[in-house]
Nanobody
Framework: QVHLVESGGGSVQSGGSLRLSCEAS?????????MGWFRQTPGKEREGVAA???????NYAYSVKDRFTISQDNAKNTLYLQMNSLKPEDTAMYYC????????????????WGQGTQVTVSS
C-alpha cells in the first residue's frame, strides 16, 4: 500500500506564493515511482499541473509554466510544488499522485493518490 499526504495549501492573495509538499510512504512505495501534481475545481475535470518525466525532467501545463516548479527529494520521499505569481484561476484542490509508470500529466492513469490540499487565491 502506498500513502501520499499533501500539505502546504492555504489562502493567499493574487501574486502570492505557496509551496506544496507530498510525502510518500508505505510498503509498496519506491523512490523510482513517477509522481505529479494535479488539481480540480468543483464541476470541472481534474487536470495535470506538473509531473516528473522518465528522464527526470519536469513537464508543466501551459497555464502554470514559468510560475510553478516541481521538484523531488528522494531522500525524504517528498514531492514539492513551488507556486509563484498565483492567480485566482489557480484556486483548486491540489493532489499529488504516484505510479510505477511515467504517465506525465495523464492523471487518469495514476494508481496512487493523496487526499488533496486546498489552494485558494483571492484577487
Amino acid at each position: 500500500q502506498v500513502h501520499l499526504v499533501e500539505s502546504g495549501g492555504g489562502s493567499v492573495q493574487s501574486g502570492g506564493s505557496l509551496r506544496l509538499s507530498c510525502e510518500a510512504s508505505g510498503y509498496g512505495y519506491s523512490s523510482a515511482y513517477f509522481m505529479g501534481w494535479f488539481r480540480q475545481t468543483p464541476g470541472k475535470e481534474r487536470e495535470g499541473v506538473a509531473a516528473i518525466l522518465r528522464d527526470g525532467s519536469p513537464n508543466y501545463a501551459y497555464s502554470v509554466k514559468d510560475r510553478f516548479t516541481i521538484s523531488q527529494d528522494n531522500a525524504k520521499n517528498t514531492l514539492y510544488l513551488q507556486m509563484n505569481s498565483l492567480k485566482p484561476e489557480d484556486t483548486a484542490m491540489y493532489y499529488c499522485a504516484a505510479d510505477p509508470l511515467p504517465y506525465g500529466l495523464g492523471w487518469r492513469f495514476y494508481k496512487y493518490w493523496g487526499q488533496g490540499t486546498q489552494v485558494t487565491v483571492s484577487s
